[in-house]
C-alpha cells in the first residue's frame, strides 16, 4: 500500500475520519480519529499527522487531504 506523511496512506487518514461531520476545526478531526479507532495500530500515526496540519476549519476530507499534502 503507498504511504503518505510519516507513513500514514491517506486511506488510513480518510478511514479515520469517517463520520466526521464537515465543517469542522482540527482538533475536532483529531479528536474524531483518536475516538474512531483508537485500538487501530495506525491510530497514533494518524493523530500525529493531523496535528501537524494548520489550525483551520476544514470544509470537507479533500480539504483535509490537500492540507496533509503540505505536510512535511
Known amino acids: 500500500m503507498a504511504r503518505g506523511v510519516g507513513g500514514v496512506s491517506p486511506a488510513n487518514i480518510m478511514k479515520h475520519l469517517g463520520g466526521v ?3 469542522a476545526n482540527k482538533q475536532q478531526l483529531i479528536e474524531h480519529a483518536r475516538n474512531k479507532d483508537s485500538d487501530a495500530p495506525d ?9 501537524q496540519i494548520s489550525d483551520k476549519e476544514y470544509d470537507s476530507p479533500a480539504e483535509v487531504l490537500k492540507e496533509v499534502g503540505k505536510v512535511e
Open 43 to 51: 491510530t497514533d500515526a494518524v493523530i500525529g499527522v493531523l496535528e
Open 21 to 23: 461531520d464537515f465543517p
